[in-house]
């Protein structure tokens, strides 16, 4: 960090990306059973995935769930993937244009 100025002088940045993980990992141990944990898990990676792929992942499990009941065809599931959704299914905040 002496010679590249853009590199932090502490770890508070990783230490805060890593915390929700590590939380979400604590939590689900209070999941009650083990498939309630495989179903916490699930939701955890769908939700993380979407978070990486900057997709809201409330828009993003409301239009996949409504996909998949409408009949999208198993064939075409890499459709469905958080990296391949439209980005602009992100709601835009209240009072914006």
């Not at 932090?8 to 230490?15: A, G, K, M, W």
Request: net charge negative; charged share 25%.
């Amino acid at each position: 960090f002496l010679e590249d100025g853009r590199l932090e002088l502490d770890t508070n940045p990783v230490e805060n990306a890593i915390r929700p993980v590590a939380l979400t990992r604590k939590n689900a141990l209070f999941a009650g059973h083990e498939i309630g944990a495989e179903n916490w898990a699930l939701l955890a990676s769908i939700v993380a995935t979407c978070k990486l792929s900057d997709v809201n992942p409330v828009a993003y499990l409301a239009e996949i769930l409504e996909a998949i009941l409408n009949g999208h065809p198993q064939s075409r599931v890499e459709d469905l993937m958080p990296w391949n959704f439209r980005k602009a299914s992100s709601p835009k905040p209240k009072g914006i244009a």
